[in-house]
């Protein structure tokens, strides 16, 4: 078998994942990163595959949670590679992943933890009935915990501020031609869909796929990387 017939195996093999978390704070059940790599890493040994990850760039950005607690996004560009270790043939797999965190210790290891579990489950199209965030809600002393509903929410904030702002210097404040650059980041042609116009029209699931395709089109236009700017600094409105 080549390479792609093995990966092929590897998707065959997998019906579904059981959700043996539980995140007794937010009340709900979800799919562990030990279940990925314990139904996964078996078949990959019998097939002589590795899969080798390679950050290929980060950023750190801060804010505020409402009760003033310093919050921390940690962002990763990973790039996993397939090596088939009998042939020596290599199949590299680009991805995306964040991770938020109170205390502010934790946001890299969730953010590799993320995208190690993430890439796995969407890459072999593995079925879930929700996307669970990760379980852990302990943040420092004496702070409030973050729950998986929280920070996913703040995340989505964060996101959709950064994207305005990333427009917003692109254009000069232009607004429709924000618009219709939205329009460009938010079509999908193969499903006949024309893209929106407004932030407020994407939903959380889709502004991750967005910020990337902003963050990319700043750094090809402005030859830097985006660096957010919290309101209270002198961030826009938008």
Do not use: C
């Not at 996964?40 to 040994?45: A, E, G, L, Q, V």
């Not at 502004?207 to 002198?234: C, H, I, N, T, W």
């Amino acid at each position: 078998m080549n390479l792609l017939e093995k990966l092929l195996q590897i998707q065959i093999s997998i019906d579904a994942f059981l959700k043996d978390g539980e995140n007794k704070s937010d009340k709900y059940k979800y799919v562990s990163s030990d279940m990925v790599l314990d139904t996964i890493r078996p078949k990959m040994n019998e097939l002589k595959l590795l899969l080798e990850p390679s950050i290929t760039g980060h950023g750190l950005h801060t804010g505020e949670t409402k009760s003033g607690t310093t919050r921390f996004m940690t962002e990763i560009d990973v790039i996993f590679t397939w090596i088939d270790v009998e042939s020596g043939e290599t199949r590299a797999v680009p991805f995306y992943a964040q991770g938020v965190d109170l205390a502010g210790e934790k946001g890299v290891g969730k953010a590799l933890t993320y995208s190690e579990k993430y890439f796995l489950m969407k890459y072999f199209h593995v079925p879930t009935s929700k996307d669970d965030p990760d379980s852990d809600g302990r943040t420092g002393k004496g702070d409030k915990p973050l729950r998986g509903t929280q920070a996913a929410a703040e995340t989505a904030a964060y996101m959709r501020e950064a994207i305005m702002q990333m427009l917003n210097d692109l254009y000069a404040g232009d607004m429709d031609k924000m618009a219709q650059a939205l329009v460009v980041f938010t079509k999908n042609d193969a499903r006949q869909f024309a893209g929106h116009d407004s932030i407020d029209k994407i939903t959380d699931a889709a502004l991750g796929a967005v910020y990337a395709k902003a963050k990319s089109a700043y750094k090809k236009r402005k030859g830097a990387d985006f660096v957010f700017v919290p309101k209270d600094e002198g961030g826009g409105d938008s």
